[in-house]
Each structure stands twice: as C-alpha cells, then as structure tokens.
C-alpha cells in the first residue's frame, strides 16, 4: 500500500500569512502514462470534503487562488499565499495511481 | 445543479447489516466513476469503495472486502453500498463521491450518513 505521510498534523496561522502542508508519498505517484495522482482536499468544520487541487497544481473550479500545489514523484506541498478565516479545517492531500487509494493522516489549519 | 445524497445510516448491532443508498441527480449517471470514502469519529478520511459507470468493475478496501457490495441502479440514478457483517470499526459518515470524466478527482461530495455500530 502507499503511505501518505503529512506534517505538520496542526497550524495555526495568523490571517494575512501563507501557510503550507507537506504530503510525502511511500511510492512514486507518477504514473507511465506520465500523470501525477496527488489531490489535495479540504474539509470544513460540518462539511463534507470539498477539492482544491488535482492532478498535483491543478486548481478545481472555483478555488481561490491563494491556493497552490507543487510537488513531483513523492514529495508534494500545499501552499496557501495568505491564510483567510474561511479557510480552516482539515486538509487531506489523496492518492489515486493505486488500490488501495490512500489519504494522509490530515492537517488541521486554525486561525490564530 | 450536480447533487448527490446519501441516505440509510443508522445504529446497527455488531455483526449486522445495513445498506447505504447516494441518489445522484443533475448528470448522466452512468457515464461515472463512483465512490465511498468514510470518516471514523476522531480520524482522517478512508476510501472505501469505487465503482464503474457500467457497474462491471468494483474495488475495495482490504478492511471491508468479503463484507461491503458496492453496486449501482443506473436506471435509478443510485449508488448502493451493502454492508454485513458489520464491527465496531465500521462506525463513521459515509460519503458517496463522483469522479470527473477528466480526472480521478472526486469533484461531488453527498452530505453524509452516519453509520454507528455499537450493542
């Protein structure tokens, strides 16, 4: 199985500031048709998931800018450009390239 | 408007069965992956389960295989998960999720159903 490993596990951030979340995966996620199945989740206090990124930097509809992933093989990062209240909750970083499909642990982001 | 939404959570004695429904509405059903995904109290997100949009191929985690059908009622536009025999471990919100044409993104989450194991 591939093991998704995220640090930290919690943030708290000011608003106004950027903030990031590493996801490192146990196995390559590029695939040999050269895609990258790294996606990045974010889950709101009473909410279900929502997607932010796919496809390692490709931002889902409707995400704010301000959010970013980068990343290749098995190191990838989450990066917000400046932290905003609505943006709190547990954020997922998920791989797809094999069964079983895996998630990291989750990062809980606060404001401070 | 893309919605999807889960129904038939309930509290089940252990060893017991329950069937989750996702009913989906606002796109062609059949042409799409589908999914659930659970959170435990207290813990992170965990895949369960995908299927085809023909119903033909399914996949499981190793936790709930031999135990959960997945399954799907195109005509109905409906996204099944049978579960027997079920634990203690089993207790969580199950999420249905739909997957785009263009990625193995889950793009459309249901709201949740919760499911309690416990005597």
């Known amino acids: 199985d591939i093991v998704m490993t995220q640090t930290p596990l919690s943030l708290s951030v000011t608003p106004g500031q950027p903030a990031s979340i590493s996801c490192k995966s146990s196995?390559?996620?590029?695939?040999?048709?050269?895609?990258?199945?790294l996606y990045w989740y974010l889950q709101k206090p009473g909410q279900s998931p929502q997607l932010l990124i796919h496809e390692v930097s490709k931002r889902f509809s409707g995400v704010p800018d301000r959010f970013g992933g980068s990343g290749s093989e098995t190191d990838f990062t989450l990066t917000i450009s400046r932290v905003e209240a609505e943006d709190v909750g547990v954020y997922y970083c998920?791989?797809?390239?094999?069964?079983?499909?895996?998630f990291g642990q989750g990062t809980r982001l606060e404001i401070k | 408007d893309v919605r999807l939404l889960e129904s038939g959570g309930a509290l089940v004695q252990p060893g017991g069965s329950l069937r989750l429904s996702c009913a989906a509405s606002g796109f062609t059903f059949n042409n799409y992956v589908m999914n659930w995904v659970r959170r435990a109290p207290g813990k992170g997100l965990e895949w369960v389960s995908t299927i085809t949009g023909s119903g033909g191929t399914t996949y499981y985690t190793d936790s709930v295989r031999g135990r959960f059908t997945i399954s799907r009622d195109n005509s109905k536009n409906t996204l099944y998960l049978q579960m027997n025999s079920l634990r203690a471990e089993d207790t969580a919100v199950y999420y249905c999720a739909k997957r785009p044409m263009s990625s193995r993104a889950y793009d459309v989450w249901g709201q949740g159903t919760m499911v309690t194991v416990s005597s």
């Open positions: 998920m791989q797809v390239k094999q069964t079983p499909l895996t």
């Open positions: 196995q390559t996620l590029l695939d040999s048709n050269g895609e990258t199945y």
